[in-house]
């Protein structure tokens, strides 16, 4: 069989290591990148360093990795599905919903394979948490808690934490649980002189009732990557770090001690840690889009995916800038939730009644 030819775009921190992957993916040949700088740090192991994207599609190639700034995502992207060329793009899908639906238009209507790079899903911890909520171990979810916070990764200058980083809180709850989003209320913060957000909390609901909640930051030295599943049996807990999950499960133990028979909510019970093979992510998620290039079944992210949570993280913002506080010390003013339903546009100053997104 004839090995798939495949570019990227974007020798960055996330470019380099795709490159690393391209390199040695079975059945792809890895015919070149481009990047402003050349190839700066040697990651293209004998593929061209390419000056810009035509140059890449003149060398023929079947798909192609974006992993430029987000600014440009839409602009590479539409470019490459005129050209016939399918692509994996790094998350977020674009920079905004609009952006993001115009790729998703593009690549459905030539019929071209396209896919996000929310490599979160791929991670196995995440994979097998999937597997038990789906297998029905949990019972019913309740709860679904992230927390993403680490320091400042400067290479990051044109979006916020919200769509650099809440995105993967975003595409994860809603594909571990198979609900998508409802509604959501947040607030941001920016505390690091830059444009952008530095800081977010979201709570929300998912469609079925769950609650969700996260909070995602660039402001702490702990660098953190935390996922807990709550349901009536107990609580899946998820480090993506270490790609480790445990099972806390509730007790079920009687008790003599008096203080303690009077609580009548969740007791503890056994905690397990599993144990499975934890593969790296970002090796699973390119064997995966090469399969689907191939015409093979293959479980991918999907830019219409994508485009979904691009909608949410723009709910996310727009929610936070709803939120008026608190006046004085002890009088809150009500805000209304936002209410996410796809394909339509937030309505002008709609700041204090719910609205759609």
């Known amino acids: 069989m004839t090995a798939l030819r495949a570019g990227l775009i974007g020798l960055g921190a996330m470019g380099r290591n795709h490159a690393r992957i391209l390199s040695g993916l079975e059945g792809v040949t890895f015919v070149g990148a481009v990047d402003p700088a050349g190839d700066p740090h040697g990651c293209l192991r004998g593929a061209a360093a390419l000056p810009d994207v035509d140059a890449l599609l003149a060398r023929g190639v079947d798909y192609v990795v974006v992993a430029c700034p987000t600014a440009f995502h839409e602009d590479v992207g539409l470019h490459l599905a005129e050209s016939g060329v399918c692509a994996l793009i790094e998350k977020p899908l674009a920079h905004s919903a609009e952006a993001a639906r115009r790729l998703v238009d593009a690549f459905e209507e030539r019929g071209l394979v396209a896919g996000v790079g929310h490599i979160e899903r791929f991670n196995p911890a995440l994979q097998q948490l999937r597997s038990r909520l789906e297998a029905g171990e949990l019972g019913e979810v309740f709860q679904v808690v992230t927390r993403r916070q680490g320091p400042f990764p400067h290479r990051i200058a044109d979006v916020g934490v919200v769509k650099d980083l809440a995105t993967h809180d975003i595409d994860l709850t809603s594909w571990i649980t198979g609900h998508p989003y409802a509604s959501l209320s947040a607030r941001t913060l920016s505390k690091s002189g830059r444009e952008h957000e530095d800081m977010v909390a979201v709570v929300g609901s998912l469609t079925d009732g769950t609650m969700v909640s996260h909070l ?115 009088t809150p003013v009500p805000v209304a939730p936002t209410v996410i339903s796809s394909g339509t546009a937030v309505p002008a100053g709609a700041l204090t009644r719910e609205h759609t997104v």
């Open 216 to 330: 995602v930051n660039w402001l702490s030295p702990l660098k953190e990557r935390f996922a807990a599943v709550t349901g009536e049996r107990g609580c899946f807990v998820a480090d993506t770090l270490t790609a480790d999950l445990s099972f806390h499960a509730n007790g079920a133990v009687a008790t003599e001690w008096e203080a303690l028979r009077a609580f009548r909510g969740v007791a503890e019970g056994d905690t397990v840690r599993y144990a499975f093979p934890k593969r790296e992510p970002l090796v699973v998620e390119h064997e995966r889009f090469r399969d689907a290039v191939l015409g093979e079944p293959s479980e991918i992210v999907t830019v219409r995916e994508g485009l979904r949570t691009v909608e949410v993280s723009a709910a996310v913002l727009e929610a936070a800038r709803q939120t008026t506080g608190v006046r004085g010390m002890t």
